[in-house]
């Protein structure tokens, strides 16, 4: 039986790229200058004018293992895809035929099966509802000092999820495979 870890999600929603920059670089000052935080994911989402989502930046920690992370795909990448399923990454979307993109489904199918549909559900809408969001993934017991980094954000939800690496280096492993042998 796989270990699953508890992680809060975080939902934040801005009037800025700009804030929610601000927040993001917050967060990761929680890691890498004040060391309160052991991990974190992070990714900024947002609203193109042709109305598609766009991840701006992302942040995966390289200290957890997997060959998921090693592909730079993390826990919120792998919500804002399981929110928004063709969001485009950096100055593409990724093709779902690619090794990269059958780890990313994997990994956002693991995602969305850690949290309940309705939970999934609110997210996507509470992020929907502002032009840029943030989405950070990090450790239960950390979830007041992530909050409390977020302060431009307009609005923030935060929600549950259960997440094993070793369930998502399976499904990972399956879905490459999968790939690979379409090809």
């Known amino acids: ?12 929603v801005y009037a800025s790229s700009d804030a929610a920059e601000m927040d993001y670089e917050a967060v990761k000052s929680l890691y890498y200058d004040w060391q309160l935080i052991d991990n974190f994911d992070a990714a900024i989402v947002t ?19 997997g060959g998921w992370r090693g592909a730079g795909i ?12 063709a969001a485009a990454i950096g100055g593409g979307l990724l093709a779902a035929t690619t090794g990269t993109g059958a780890a990313l ?7 969305a099966a850690g949290m309940s549909r309705s939970d999934l559900k609110e997210l996507g809408e509470h992020l929907d509802a502002g ?7 990090a450790a239960a017991d950390v979830g007041s000092k992530v909050e409390q980094a977020l302060a431009n954000a307009s609005d ?14 399976k499904d990972v492993a399956e879905a490459e495979s999968d790939s690979a ?3």
């Open 131 to 137: 032009e840029t969001g943030l989405i950070v993934v």
């Open 1 to 12: 039986m796989a270990d699953y870890d508890t992680f809060v999600l975080f939902g934040a």
């Open 74 to 85: 993390g826990l919120a990448t792998g919500v804002a895809i399981a929110l928004f399923p």
């Open 181 to 183: 042998a379409g090809e």
């Open 105 to 111: 489904g994997a990994v956002a199918g693991h995602v």
């Open 47 to 65: 609203k193109r004018a042709d109305g598609k989502v766009k991840i701006l930046k992302k942040h995966e920690q390289p200290t957890r293992k």
């Open 156 to 169: 923030v939800t935060t929600k549950e999820i259960k997440a094993s690496d070793e369930e998502i280096d």
